[in-house]
């Protein structure tokens, strides 16, 4: 019903910064929450930042000051602006997006996700 496609991911120095964009398709009527997560091996899931569909954003601790969110509700895609990166940001990165499909309307919303994009940062 919903896919949600990332990019952007790759290699960068510490203190580097990479991009990634997340676009979302499907039977979407709304989407009221899109964010990003990231997983390391061995390591839980963890929130890194989300976005309302009124643009308000909640970041984790850890990425305060460095990651900037922002989406574009017209074209349902969402962004992460990733700055400052250091080497304990490596993780796979996971889109993520709280969707009221057409097809689905009295079930109301329920997360979907990305397949992930690597974010690797190493000299």
């Known amino acids: 019903q919903v896919q949600l496609v990332e990019s952007g991911g790759g290699l960068v120095q510490p203190g580097g910064s990479l991009r990634l964009s997340c676009a979302a398709s499907g039977s979407i009527f709304s989407i009221y929450v899109m964010g990003w997560y990231r997983q390391s091996p061995g390591k839980q899931r963890e929130l890194v930042a989300t976005i309302t569909s009124g643009g308000t954003s909640n970041y984790a601790d850890f990425v305060k000051g460095r990651f900037t969110i922002f989406r574009d509700n017209a074209k349902n895609t969402v962004e992460l602006q990733m700055d400052s990166l250091k080497p304990e940001d490596t993780a796979v990165y996971y889109c993520?997006?709280?969707?009221?499909?057409?097809?689905?309307?009295?079930?109301?919303?329920?997360?979907?996700w990305g397949q992930g994009t690597q974010v690797t940062v190493s000299s």
């Open positions: 993520n997006a709280n969707v009221l499909t057409i097809t689905a309307l009295l079930a109301g919303p329920r997360d979907y």
